[in-house]
Structures are given as structure tokens and as C-alpha cells.
């Protein structure tokens, strides 16, 4: 009976930790042939970040614009190509990193400091971004959303 209660209770201590670590939502592995992903040449299925993205920038203003994501392999850069978003570089990049099946790592957002860490999700079926950045007082979110 004792083996019994405690394989319940480490079930369920398993489960809330799971659940608080994803949020409560069901992280699913992706696989070849699911929306918004791509197969890369070592069998991994990523998301595909490739093309337009509408982005709202919210810090101390509310900026809007268009950013252009470019990815070869599992990583991406992202250009500006429209909108009032300040802080890019000189070849117009705001963003940067890598793809690793539904998660973003490494991520740079570039600001008024130059190129700051950052911590990324992927929501809404690779149809959403939202990026964060801790930099100073201001710390921006900034939210893509596929064109």
C-alpha cells in the first residue's frame, strides 16, 4: 500500500512540474509534412521562419513594421523592410538566431545598445513570435506575425 501511494504521489509531482514548465500546453514534436516546417538536410524538422513578418516593437513607444526572415539551415536573420522600427543595423538586421525543432535559441534583438540576448517563443503554429528583451529600464516585447 505505502509503494502504492508513493508511485502516486511521484506521478503526480511529475505531472504538475510538466505542466508548470510548458505552461500548461502539450509541447508536440514536429514532424515532416506539419505546417510551417522544413526538414533540414540532417533529418530534423524545424520551423520555417522564411518570409514576411508583421511586427509590433512595445517599449517606452509602440513601433510597427515589416521584418524579412531569412533562414538557411537553422538559423535566421531578420531585416527590416518597412515601418518605424528604430535601432538596426547597417544592413537593416533586428533580429537573429537559430531554430531547433519548435524552439528559438540564441536569440539577438538589436537595440539602442547594439545586439542584446534574448528570450524567444514560437506560438500559434509557427504563425507567431513573441520576443522579449531585458535591457535597462526599457524592455521591449516585440511580437511577429506571419504576413
Given at each position: 500500500?505505502k509503494?502504492?501511494?508513493?508511485?502516486?504521489?511521484?506521478?503526480?509531482?511529475?505531472l504538475?512540474?510538466?505542466?508548470?514548465?510548458?505552461?500548461?500546453?502539450?509541447?508536440?514534436?514536429?514532424?515532416?509534412?506539419?505546417?510551417?516546417?522544413?526538414?533540414?538536410?540532417?533529418?530534423?524538422?524545424?520551423?520555417?521562419?522564411?518570409?514576411?513578418?508583421?511586427?509590433?516593437?512595445?517599449?517606452?513607444?509602440?513601433?510597427?513594421?515589416?521584418?524579412?526572415?531569412?533562414?538557411?539551415?537553422?538559423?535566421?536573420v531578420?531585416?527590416?523592410?518597412?515601418?518605424?522600427?528604430?535601432?538596426?543595423?547597417e544592413?537593416?538586421?533586428?533580429?537573429?538566431?537559430?531554430?531547433?525543432?519548435?524552439?528559438?535559441t540564441?536569440?539577438?534583438?538589436?537595440?539602442?545598445?547594439?545586439?542584446?540576448?534574448?528570450?524567444?517563443?514560437?506560438?500559434?503554429?509557427?504563425?507567431?513570435?513573441?520576443?522579449?528583451?531585458?535591457?535597462?529600464?526599457?524592455?521591449?516585447?516585440?511580437?511577429l506575425?506571419?504576413?
Open positions: 500500500m509503494k502504492w501511494i508513493l508511485m502516486c504521489l511521484l506521478l503526480s509531482c511529475t504538475a512540474c510538466n505542466t508548470a514548465t510548458t505552461g500548461g500546453a502539450k509541447v508536440q514534436a514536429l514532424k515532416t509534412g506539419m505546417p510551417n516546417t522544413v526538414a533540414l538536410p540532417d533529418g530534423k524538422v524545424v520551423y520555417d521562419l522564411n518570409g514576411e513578418w508583421d511586427v509590433t516593437l512595445r517599449a517606452c513607444t509602440t513601433n510597427t513594421g515589416v521584418i524579412k526572415i531569412t533562414q538557411e539551415g537553422d538559423r535566421f531578420g531585416v527590416v523592410v518597412s515601418g518605424n522600427l528604430p535601432q538596426v543595423t544592413k537593416g538586421e533586428k533580429v537573429k538566431g537559430r531554430v531547433e525543432g519548435n524552439e528559438l540564441n536569440v539577438s534583438f538589436y537595440t539602442w545598445q547594439g545586439w542584446a540576448m534574448s528570450t524567444a517563443e514560437i506560438k500559434n503554429s509557427g504563425n507567431e513570435i513573441v520576443i522579449e528583451t531585458a535591457i535597462s529600464e526599457a524592455s521591449p516585447t516585440t511580437i506575425k506571419r504576413k
